[in-house]
């Protein structure tokens, strides 16, 4: 399964955006980028996923490199309920849709 | 509109005891997934299953096994639990490997300790 690469952890104040980056250098055609988020105690929720074009949805945008091998996920402006763990995956439409999840980005967000 | 289930929610065993982890979902997905996530770290995959009666191998699989009799049900069994497998374990399931918008859906976890 290709790998992805993110930040350990990030900071940020509230009401600020946050772009919080992923490489993904060995991605293949046919895998999609999908990010989750973990709060605390939590399983992992979806966030936000794309496969070339940007996509914005209630919860996110997600900015994609032209090559594909860098995401960016945006949360426009951050509160205090958006302190999490962030994964960028990558989801394959073959080998049965396995995804291996790294460590993550925990993201801090500041009063 | 439960989503994915699992039970127990905190489970205590000894060492050498064994038990099953239930995992349901309603939303008629063909593929389902056992993590495990150990402190501070991500979500590493145990196994999976394609569809009802299929199973296979995930990165960790050594000291667990699966079974899939029904569509919405996917178990993961313990025979002879170690204190290595203290962790907590996540179920995902998804609709088939063609994305169809949402990715998995993850349930609430289970926290297991071995002593």
């Known amino acids: 399964d290709a790998k992805t690469t993110q930040p350990n952890s990030m900071e940020s104040n509230e009401e600020e955006p946050v772009h919080l980056p992923c490489n993904h250098s060995t991605i293949s055609g046919t895998d999609y980028i999908h990010w989750y988020r973990q709060l605390p105690s939590q399983g992992p929720e979806y966030v936000i996923h794309g496969l070339t074009s940007n996509v914005n949805n209630r919860m996110a945008s997600l900015a994609i490199a032209e090559d594909r091998k860098s995401s960016t996920l945006i949360l426009h402006r951050a509160t205090l309920r958006d302190a999490a763990v962030y994964y960028c995956i990558l989801r394959s439409n073959t080998n049965a849709g396995k995804s291996t999840f790294g460590d993550g980005t925990t993201l801090t967000v500041k009063p | 509109n439960a989503g994915v289930t699992q039970t127990p929610k905190f489970r205590v065993l000894k060492t050498g005891q064994s038990m099953t982890l239930l995992c349901a979902q309603d939303m008629n997905h063909e593929y389902m997934y056992w993590y495990r996530q150990d402190p501070g770290m991500g979500l590493r995959l145990i196994h999976y299953?394609?569809?009802?009666?299929?199973?296979a191998k995930g990165e960790v699989p050594d000291g667990y096994n699966v079974s899939r009799l029904k569509k919405q049900n996917f178990l993961l069994g313990l025979e002879s639990a170690a204190p290595s497998q203290t962790s907590v374990y996540f179920c995902?399931?998804?609709?088939?490997?063609?994305?169809?918008?949402?990715?998995?859906?993850f349930g609430s976890g289970t926290r297991l300790t071995v002593v």
């Open positions: 995902a399931s998804s609709y088939g490997a063609m994305d169809r918008g949402r990715g998995y859906t």
């Open positions: 299953s394609v569809g009802e009666g299929t199973t």
